[in-house]
């Protein structure tokens, strides 16, 4: 089904680990996107990215990197994980750049130990 | 820093009645986008209003949008049970950087 892939779904990390959270759309969306959802809170953006090559820096980037290499790819990859960064994480990805709504995936529930 | 904040933050209704959650934002916008969540899932995009426009139809929703007060509200007409769900209204600015900016959410419950 097309859509926006994350894998995985859930993940407990140590702290000082290192990991890469997968996100992927088969829609040939230009802008992808990287949220986080902390309880009772609405989403941060963390980092975006308007197209192959191009990424940029959201609200919340510190303690992530980014990259994109090919139009459907777009990982998350946190350095070196910190409790702070447990969360639940979601990927959004949209035809265009700020003019339609986003399809968003299913989340990976991060835990930071 | 938030640019849509939503009221009330928790809303409780019966089967049949309707709900009305408001959103509001700091700064210019080119549109404002509603979405639903639902416990444990990623967001579903329900319905997209431009700044231009000030009031959309889809279905049971119906969104206004007021930019000289910069804020919008939604509506479901007689709701469902499975309206149960988390609403967040999003800005997409009209200047800089082009990425939504979401509120915190009402938590809308329909009782059967």
């Known amino acids: 089904n097309a859509g926006v892939t994350q894998t995985p779904k859930f993940q407990v990390l140590k702290t000082g680990q290192s990991m890469t959270l997968q996100c992927a759309q088969d829609m040939n969306h230009e802008y992808m996107s990287w949220y986080r959802q902390d309880p009772g809170m609405g989403l941060r953006l963390i980092h975006y990215?308007?197209?192959?090559?191009?990424?940029d820096q959201g609200e919340v980037p510190n303690g992530y990197n980014v990259s994109r290499s090919t139009t459907e790819d777009f990982p998350l990859r946190l350095l070196s994980a910190a409790p702070s960064q447990t969360s639940v994480y979601f990927c959004a990805s949209s035809y265009t750049y700020g003019g339609d709504g986003y399809t968003f995936g299913s989340g990976t529930r991060l835990t930071v130990v | 820093s938030q640019q849509g904040e939503e009221d009330p933050q928790a809303l409780s209704i019966q089967e049949g009645e309707n709900a009305t959650m408001n959103c509001s934002y700091k700064?210019?916008?080119?549109?404002l986008q509603w979405y639903r969540q639902n416990s444990g899932r990623g967001l579903v995009h329900l319905i997209l209003?431009?700044?231009?426009?000030r009031e959309k139809h889809s279905g049971r929703l119906r969104v206004t949008l007021d930019t000289s007060k910069k804020s919008s509200s939604l509506l479901i007409t007689a709701s469902r049970a499975a309206d149960t769900a988390s609403y967040f209204c999003a800005a997409m600015m009209d200047t800089g950087r082009r990425a939504l900016t979401f509120g915190s959410g009402t938590r809308l419950q329909v009782q059967p």
């Open positions: 990215s308007v197209g192959a090559g191009i990424t």
């Open positions: 209003i431009r700044s231009n426009e």
């Open positions: 700064t210019s916008i080119n549109n």
